[in-house]
Nanobody, 126 residues
Framework: QVQLVESGGGLVQAGGSLRLSCAIS????????MGWFRQAPGKEREFVAA????????YYADSVKGRFTISRDNAKNTVYLQMNSLKPEDTAVYSC???????????????????WGQGTQVTVSS
């Protein structure tokens, strides 16, 4: 059973930064494509960022491009989301997702992921 555990959420003022972490319990983490999604109250889950197995390819939603950075450390079985210049509209529950892949792929649709974490709350005050 693959488990994902997020951490690093919290309350921050607009313009501030947070770094989210997602640890995965798998011996083969380097074979997983990873993604971050978020869901604000009353809204549908939306894609934030994705990264391929090696970290060499990344993809971002337009709303976070230039402000957020996804990265991974395969030695630590962890993927990160560095969030800078946060805005009140970034307030949401952030969840990481994983999908085992063969090849250098990443995915931006939630239905393409097989494993999900519980989520961590990020609140940005104005």
């Amino acid at each position: 059973q693959v488990q994902l555990v997020e951490s690093g959420g919290g309350l921050v003022q607009a313009g501030g930064s947070l770094r989210l972490s997602c640890a995965i319990s798998s011996r083969t983490f380097s074979t997983y494509a990873m993604g971050w999604f978020r869901q604000a109250p009353g809204k549908e889950r939306e894609f934030v960022a994705a990264i391929n197995w090696s970290g060499g390819s990344t993809y971002y939603a337009d709303s976070v491009k230039g402000r957020f950075t996804i990265s991974r450390d395969n030695a630590k079985n962890t993927v990160y989301l560095q969030m800078n210049s946060l805005k009140p509209e970034d307030t949401a529950v952030y969840s990481c997702a994983a999908r085992r892949v063969q090849g250098s792929y990443y995915y931006s649709t939630s239905s393409e992921y097989h494993y999900w974490g519980q989520g961590t709350q990020v609140t940005v005050s104005s």
